[in-house]
């Protein structure tokens, strides 16, 4: 299977490597440590990623469900390593900085594989070079006493010439020929050395015969005539040159067993002395820490043995130092492994109790994208996995370093972040503490212009959560209002309008908010689509909406001249139940029906309800409360559990969201 690999650092280059789904992502890297060496890179540092996930080395195509002519993407291990090189020159410093690159087994084993590539060319070469000195042999065969070998002759050189495979160490294997290399290489071995047998039978007989001649005087007659010398050379020559020929047969079958990467890969899965990398990234130079930092990450993502291992050795307290470090390299590796480590429970409980969480809050300030994501991302594995380390996470500064993160980081880093504050969302005591301050929903409100599906869902959850705690806290977001009513217009998924029309419905309650709302200019158009989609709850939800808006008589007349009871006649004709049916021609009812009461004076509320005999009064006997003016949304009508406020169990939240 082909596999496509681009990368950033090579923008006008597309890498293409050849696997089976069997082979390890290990393999997958040597084939391009190999494009790079030729490209003069061999020291370029880089992981796979595919699908948003890191390939780690020791786990095979199969197990990623990587398909062929799949685009994998080559991610630079740090986006400044190529500029170290130069550092030294342009600062006048004498401090060996050295590259940062691969380890030196590594290395060693790219080279290797080089020069076993470039001996299996250069023998093929040579191969092929005795073919055409065969090809003599078989012509000046018919001139020998034993004329008649020159048939098997022919036949030897006309099997080596049809199917000897041609190969070169930059284009690899050329031709068909290639398929059956080893069966070649075992049936022409063979064939030579009987070949070269009958040819030493021929060359005996021929020298016995001139011996015992004796060539007196050198005469060529009889049994020294010029054909018998002729042949006697003629074959000790051909059984000499067969020999070389069966030789370079059996050391190209030795050499056909070697695949790219074969070496390669052994060193990139192997197991290294964790312990002396821990010293190195402890103790070592700037260089020796980068490389450890590096390894270190390789190592963590090889598999969970090496994760408890590095956590055994003392890893946690050495890559929270180095993930502070002033080297953006080593602060990325260093990360990384973190992000690795984190995967696993266990170790995130130790992690929390060594307060490392504070450095991951801290890197979300970083002006590097990598850095945040990765920081980002150990952060979201925390907060999944334990209720008590969400506490820890929003200690200090933590919900402002999440909101920085959520508006500078990269998409991916916004669908992160996303993601962590609908975890912390969940528990009650941090959704408190959310609610009180505003930069997590400006941050949620800048999440929701994002052009993810993904994150737009995770944001308007974590909004109807917050909604559901303080009401007060979202209907101040007057500018997410017009953010709602576009979002129909730019995306085409029902769940988020849902999502979207229950925080509608909280501003269309909100008797300020509600006049904001009725002042928008796409608001007929939008509620028309959200009225159009097929979900009976979603259908509900913009009835109500509208009976919000049609509640007072000022905003009745505002609602005719906006001919919001043509969204209703749309619900109507989309009505998904019987129930949303008679809602839309109630509704339609109460907008077009003539006001009895113009001259009443001002009542109480309570007095002028129980006064008025118009449609409205005949809805609300209907529906309840709940659809005319009451602070409950649809949720209440559905599941009332989901109406609690900070008491309310991060569990019911989260079977009410679902």
């Given at each position: 299977m082909l596999?496509?690999v681009?990368?950033?650092?090579?923008?006008?280059?597309?890498?293409?490597?050849?696997?089976?789904p069997?082979?390890?992502?290990?393999?997958?890297?040597?084939?391009?440590?190999?494009?790079?060496?030729e490209?003069?890179?061999?020291?370029?540092q880089?992981?796979?990623?595919?699908?948003?996930?890191?390939?780690?080395d020791a786990?095979?195509i199969d197990?990623?469900?990587i398909?062929d002519?799949?685009?994998?993407?080559?991610?630079?291990?740090?986006?400044?390593?190529?500029?170290?090189?130069?550092l030294r020159?342009t600062?006048g410093?004498t401090?060996?900085?050295?590259?940062?690159?691969?380890?030196q087994?590594v290395?060693d084993?790219?080279?290797?594989e080089?020069n076993?590539l470039?001996?299996?060319?250069r023998?093929?070469?040579?191969?092929?070079?005795?073919?055409?000195?065969?090809?003599?042999a078989?012509?000046?065969?018919?001139?020998?006493?034993?004329w008649?070998?020159?048939?098997?002759?022919?036949?030897?050189w006309?099997?080596?010439?049809?199917y000897?495979?041609?190969?070169?160490?930059?284009?690899?294997?050329?031709?068909?020929?290639?398929?059956?290399?080893n069966v070649?290489?075992i049936?022409?071995?063979?064939?030579?050395?009987?070949n070269?047998?009958s040819?030493g039978?021929?060359?005996?007989?021929?020298?016995?015969?001139?011996?015992?001649?004796g060539?007196?005087?050198?005469?060529?007659?009889?049994d020294c005539?010029?054909?018998?010398v002729?042949?006697?050379?003629?074959?000790?020559?051909?059984?000499?040159?067969?020999l070389?020929?069966?030789?370079?047969s059996w050391i190209?079958?030795?050499n056909?067993?070697?695949?790219v990467?074969?070496?390669?890969?052994?060193?990139?899965i192997?197991?290294?002395d964790?312990?002396?990398?821990?010293?190195?990234a402890?103790?070592?130079?700037?260089?020796?820490?980068r490389?450890?930092?590096?390894?270190?990450a390789s190592?963590?993502?090889?598999?969970?043995?090496?994760?408890?291992r590095?956590?055994?050795e003392?890893?946690?307290?050495?890559?929270?130092?180095?993930a502070?470090?002033?080297?953006e390299?080593t602060?990325?590796?260093?990360?990384?492994t973190?992000?690795?480590?984190?995967?696993?429970?266990?170790i995130q409980?130790k992690?929390?109790?060594m307060?490392?969480?504070?450095?991951?809050?801290?890197?979300?300030l970083?002006?590097?994208?990598?850095?945040?994501?990765?920081?980002?991302?150990?952060?979201?594995?925390?907060?999944s996995?334990?209720?008590?380390?969400?506490?820890?996470?929003v200690?200090?500064?933590?919900?402002?370093?999440?909101?920085?993160?959520?508006?500078e980081g990269t998409?991916?880093?916004?669908?992160?972040?996303?993601?962590?504050?609908?975890?912390?969302?969940?528990?009650?005591?941090?959704?408190?503490?959310?609610?009180?301050?505003?930069?997590p929903?400006?941050?949620?409100?800048?999440?929701?212009?994002t052009?993810?599906?993904?994150?737009?869902?995770?944001a308007?959850?974590?909004?109807?959560?917050?909604?559901?705690e303080?009401?007060?806290?979202?209907?101040a977001?007057h500018?997410?209002?017009?953010i709602?009513?576009?979002?129909?217009?730019t995306?085409?998924d029902e769940?988020?309008?849902l999502l979207?029309?229950?925080?509608?419905?909280?501003?269309?309650?909100?008797?300020e908010?509600?006049?904001?709302f009725?002042?928008?200019?796409?608001l007929?158009?939008?509620?028309?689509?959200?009225?159009?989609?097929?979900?009976?709850?979603?259908?509900k939800?913009?009835?109500?909406?509208i009976?919000?808006?049609?509640?007072?008589?000022?905003?009745?007349?505002l609602?005719?001249e906006?001919?919001?009871?043509?969204?209703?006649?749309?619900l109507r004709?989309?009505?998904?139940?019987?129930?949303?049916?008679?809602?839309?021609?109630?509704?339609?009812?109460i907008?077009?029906?003539?006001?009895d009461l113009?001259?009443?004076?001002a009542?109480?509320?309570?007095?002028?309800i129980?006064k008025?005999?118009?449609?409205?009064?005949?809805?609300?006997?209907?529906y309840?409360?709940?659809?005319?003016?009451?602070?409950l949304?649809?949720?209440?009508?559905?599941?009332p559990?989901?109406?609690?406020?900070?008491?309310?169990?991060?569990?019911?939240?989260?079977?009410?969201?679902?």
């Open positions: 596999l496509y681009e990368s950033r650092a090579f923008p006008h280059k597309t890498f293409i490597a050849l696997v089976q069997s082979h390890a992502i290990a393999r997958v890297r040597a084939q391009l440590l190999h494009v790079l060496y490209l003069g890179r061999e020291d370029h880089f992981r796979l990623r595919y699908n948003g996930q890191y390939l780690r786990y095979t197990d990623y469900k398909i002519n799949a685009v994998i993407r080559m991610v630079p291990m740090s986006r400044k390593q190529d500029s170290v090189v130069d020159s600062t410093s401090t060996d900085l050295g590259v940062v690159g691969h380890s087994e290395l084993a790219l080279h290797k080089v076993l470039t001996r299996r060319e023998i093929l070469f040579n191969f092929k070079g005795l073919l055409y000195i065969h090809f003599m078989f012509v000046f065969g018919w001139m020998t006493t034993y008649y070998s020159a048939f098997w002759t022919g036949l030897v006309a099997i080596g010439l049809w000897c495979p041609t190969y070169t160490r930059l284009g690899g294997f050329i031709g068909t020929e290639s398929i059956y290399k070649f290489c049936v022409y071995g063979v064939l030579t050395i009987l070269a047998s040819a039978y021929m060359a005996v007989t021929e020298w016995i015969r001139i011996i015992n001649h060539c007196a005087d050198f005469v060529f007659v009889d005539g010029h054909q018998v002729f042949s006697a050379i003629y074959f000790s020559i051909q059984v000499i040159l067969l070389i020929s069966s030789i370079l190209l079958l030795r056909f067993k070697m695949e990467g074969d070496y390669i890969e052994r060193c990139l192997e197991t290294r964790i312990e002396q990398v821990l010293i190195a402890k103790n070592g130079k700037l260089k020796e820490k490389i450890a930092a590096f390894e270190l190592l963590a993502a090889s598999g969970d043995d090496n994760k408890f590095i956590v055994a003392g890893g946690l307290e050495v890559l929270i130092s180095m502070l470090s002033r080297d390299a602060e990325e590796h260093a990360v990384e973190l992000a690795e480590l984190l995967t696993v429970p266990s409980d992690f929390v109790e307060d490392g969480v504070k450095t991951l809050s801290t890197l979300l970083s002006p590097s994208p990598k850095l945040v994501q990765e920081a980002a991302a150990a952060l979201s594995y925390i907060v996995d334990s209720e008590e380390n969400q506490l820890k996470v200690e200090g500064h933590g919900l402002d370093d999440l909101a920085h993160a959520a508006r998409l991916q880093c916004q669908k992160t972040v996303a993601g962590i504050f609908l975890d912390l969302a969940f528990n009650a005591e941090v959704r408190v503490q959310m609610a009180s301050m505003n930069s929903a400006k941050a949620l409100i800048s999440l929701c212009k052009n993810d599906p993904e994150t737009q869902r995770f308007l959850q974590t909004l109807e959560l917050l909604a559901i303080s009401a007060e806290l979202i209907c977001q500018e997410l209002i017009e709602l009513l576009s979002l129909p217009m995306t085409l769940k988020l309008y979207a029309g229950k925080i509608l419905l909280y501003f269309a309650e909100n008797k908010t509600c006049e904001k009725m002042a928008q200019d796409n007929k158009e939008s509620l028309s689509l959200y009225a159009k989609a097929k979900d009976p709850v979603l259908q939800v913009i009835a109500k909406i009976f919000c808006m049609i509640e007072e008589k000022e905003q009745k007349v609602a005719k906006l001919k919001l009871d043509d969204v209703l006649k749309d004709d989309h009505a998904a139940d019987r129930e949303v049916w008679d809602m839309a021609d109630q509704g339609i009812q907008i077009n029906a003539v006001d113009p001259g009443l004076p009542l109480a509320a309570a007095e002028r129980k008025r005999t118009s449609g409205a009064s005949l809805l609300k006997e209907k309840g409360s709940m659809i005319l003016g009451s602070q949304s649809l949720r209440s009508m559905e599941k559990t989901m109406a609690s406020t900070s008491s309310s169990s991060s569990g019911d939240i989260r079977k009410g969201l679902n």
